[in-house]
């Protein structure tokens, strides 16, 4: 029998919208190994690897008169061509031509009548390498019963043997009677699932008149010259484009931090987050004064022993932190930043990054899916912006036999948030994703700039033989740390 979308997916379902689409994505940069890297590879290594994610061949099938939540059911006309695209960039391509079609790509919805994924091989970039886009719908990735598609595709060695496709045939698509007589199967079950149902479709009338007041709303707004104010610069109606903006760090620096002043690498980001978001906000001349704080949600991994080690979706919980963007010392807002994260350590529950990391077959995607999924079921919360870490392996990853040098996550964009950070700590590196609303947040190199000196401003704090940089005196930053 085909599986039921839980209630709990059905409500991220509802959220996407034109203007809002719910995939996660993470963009990847390669160096070509021996074999060479290209389209064709990536669609092989795909066609090879996708029988362990058999979510990534199915797709919604609707049941009639709403009277259960969709089933998942096997498409008939799969067609990994559709899903596995290539494009290209003008020879040799810069990192900034790279980030601005990857933003129109994450811009487009994903087609709901086909399995809720799509693949982007880029060529075309200097030197020769080639990035990889993979986008796929937060419904697809729960970390218990499907993990992320960039989970399976990378491996420890350049020269791991092909396991050759599959024979894959997809199960029949039910018959409308025969999904009707599941539904009401389902309903004689479990009491539960009537509820389930009865909520989905109330919440679905809502949400659609909700959209009709706030539709008339904005147009009243507009006679009269007035916009909506949002509660903070991070806030607001949004567009229905997106620019991204990626910063390459050193985990060196972090880890050097993390010993002076006695915290974690965790800690250092999210202060490094902090100073990156105040300098920024002092470019716009904000009143700081008004904007003491940004709540943020951070996902935090947990430890729970009672569960399978492989329920990951099961193991991310929401962690609120006041991020202090009012205050003017770098060492104070780490410390500030650490103590709020006192309760989680304390707990017991909190998973160490080496643990993390660990993890058999790990990769970050899945996680900062999981982190993105948190992030939406914690909306009624009203924080301001989502910064999700990931600490990935210190070493290097391959997709069939080219080196992964670059992971740059990509997180959705909740409705009403104007910003949302993805970090992922990989093979000496920290890589930051932010993803911003187009319209709302026109400067975003400007915030990614800020990051990087928010980060130097961390390392002088805790060099004992590096001079301090003079005040009101910009340092170079090294070209790796430059934000693209």
């Known amino acids: 029998m085909s599986e039921r979308l839980r209630p709990r997916d059905l409500a991220f379902l509802a959220t996407d919208s034109p203007s809002t689409p719910m995939h996660n994505a993470t963009l990847e940069v390669f160096e070509p190994g021996k074999r060479g890297f290209d389209y064709a590879s990536v669609v092989d290594l795909i066609a090879e690897r996708i029988a362990y994610v058999p979510r990534y061949r199915q797709r919604l099938q ?117 999904l009707v007589l599941g539904a009401i199967a389902d309903s004689l079950d479990s009491p539960a699932t009537v509820l389930s149902t009865t909520r989905s479709n109330l919440g679905s009338f809502l949400r659609t008149a909700d959209s009709a007041v706030n539709r008339v709303g904005q147009v009243a707004s507009a006679l009269s010259n007035r916009r909506p104010t949002p509660e903070s610069p991070v806030n607001g109606p949004l567009s229905q484009q997106r620019r991204l903006v990626t910063v390459a760090t050193d985990l060196a620096d972090y880890r050097r931090i993390r010993r002076v002043h006695g915290t974690t690498v965790n ?56 991020l202090p963007v009012g205050e003017p010392s770098a060492v104070v807002r780490l410390l500030q930043v650490s103590h709020s994260f006192h309760g989680h350590k304390e707990t017991g529950r909190a998973v160490g990054a080496e643990r993390l990391a660990g993890i058999a077959g790990f ?13 939406g079921a914690e909306l009624r919360r009203g924080f301001h912006l989502s910064v999700t870490n990931v600490p990935g392996p210190q070493f290097p990853l391959y997709a069939a036999g080219a080196r992964m040098l670059e992971s740059y996550p990509v997180h959705p964009l909740l409705p009403g948030h104007a910003v949302a950070i993805g970090v992922t700590s990989y ?23 800020c990051l990087v000196e928010a980060l130097e401003e961390l390392s002088d704090s805790a060099s004992d033989t590096r001079p301090r940089a003079p005040r009101g005196r910009k340092k170079q930053s090294p070209d790796r740390r430059k934000p693209r």
């Open 62 to 178: 609707a049941v009639p008169g709403r009277l259960a939540n969709p089933v998942w059911v096997d498409d008939q006309e799969f067609d990994l061509s559709y899903h596995v695209r290539r494009s290209a960039l003008p020879r040799p391509g810069t990192m900034d031509q790279l980030l601005e079609l990857a933003a129109r790509i994450v811009s487009r919805p994903l087609d709901r009548h086909r399995p809720l994924w799509e693949v982007y091989v880029i060529e075309g970039l200097a030197e020769g390498r080639v990035a990889v886009l993979a986008k796929s719908h937060q419904i697809l990735v729960d970390g218990i019963q499907t993990v992320d598609l960039g989970q399976v595709m990378l491996d420890v060695s350049p020269d791991q043997e092909p396991l050759g496709r599959d024979e894959w045939r997809p199960e029949r698509t039910p018959t409308s009677a025969s």
């Open 267 to 322: 800690d250092v980001v999210l202060a490094t987050v902090t100073g990156g978001l105040r300098g920024w906000l002092m470019t716009r001349d904000e009143a700081l004064y008004g904007i003491r704080r940004l709540r943020a949600i951070v996902p935090m991994s947990v430890i729970d022993d009672e569960l399978e080690p492989t329920s990951l979706g099961t193991q991310v919980t929401g962690h609120e932190v006041n």
């Open 363 to 375: 990769a970050p995607t899945t996680f900062h899916a999981l982190g993105s999924r948190v992030a």
């Open 427 to 449: 093979d000496g590196q920290v890589f930051y994703g932010i993803t911003v609303d187009r319209d709302l947040i026109p400067d975003a190199d400007v915030l990614g700039q």
